[in-house]
């Protein structure tokens, strides 16, 4: 068990939908960190948040946005959703905001869009 | 821009044996950080190790061993007597240095199944 969590941890929704994942970090990692796993695609990073603020943005889609509060959790939200957008969505957590931090991963909300 | 190849998709062994993944790296920066996941079947990701650019120092841990090879940018995985706990999907990540550079990109994963 990491210390990351996620919920929930299956979603089904329809296309055209809006979905919320929501993520808490490990105890005193101030970094949250999301990811989406698909077949195609692989592990590609989304986007990054440190002590509440934006700090780097990876392969996310307009439709998509995050934030991060100031409880440090988390919450990424899926909206106008696409047969496509079905993967696994990852959170991480990590100490600092850096490169050189290892980030510790929640255990994924699976989403299916029908 | 960085990119990670882990060009074995899918290795099948039978346990006791040794296994190698392969995880080959690009990067143009000289401070990076290099890391190794397990993904399990029941799909969460377990950190293994980490490793920067200038710690070029061989690890071993248990039965696990990692050979970082800066001439060759590799940075590869050793099960020794693989066990069948030790199924799972494997990914190499590289993170280069560099405020606001933090896109850790991960390679495709090798599956490795162990057989009894």
């Known amino acids: 068990d990491s210390g990351v969590t996620q919920t929930p941890k299956h979603l089904i929704t329809a296309t055209g939908q809006r979905v919320t994942l929501r993520c808490s970090p490990r105890?005193?990692?101030?970094?949250v960190y999301w990811y989406q796993q698909s077949l195609d695609q692989g592990l590609q990073f989304l986007i990054q948040y440190y002590n509440g603020e934006e700090r780097a943005k990876g392969n996310i889609l307009e439709r998509f946005s995050a934030q991060q509060f100031p409880d440090l959790h988390s919450e990424l939200n899926l909206s106008s959703l696409e047969l496509g957008d079905s993967a696994l969505y990852f959170c991480?957590?990590?100490?600092?905001?850096?490169?050189?931090?290892?980030?510790?991963f929640g255990p994924g909300t699976r989403l299916l869009v029908l | 821009a960085q990119k990670v190849t882990q060009a074995q998709t899918e290795i099948s062994v039978v346990e006791k044996e040794d296994v190698t993944l392969d995880c080959v790296y690009e990067?143009?920066?000289?401070?990076?950080?290099l890391f190794w996941y397990k993904q399990p079947p029941s799909g969460e990701l377990v950190f293994l190790i980490r490793r920067n650019s200038f710690d070029e120092q061989n690890e071993i841990s248990g039965r696990y061993s990692w050979n970082f090879q800066k001439s060759t940018s590799s940075f590869n995985f050793t099960i020794t007597a693989s066990q069948v706990v030790d199924s799972a999907v494997y990914f190499c990540a590289l993170s280069e240095a560099g405020y606001n550079n933090n896109d850790m990109r991960f390679g495709a994963g090798t599956r490795l199944t162990v057989k009894p």
């Open positions: 105890s005193g990692d101030l970094s």
């Open positions: 990067t143009r920066d000289t401070t990076y950080y």
């Open positions: 991480a957590s990590s100490v600092g905001g850096g490169p050189h931090e290892t980030q510790y």
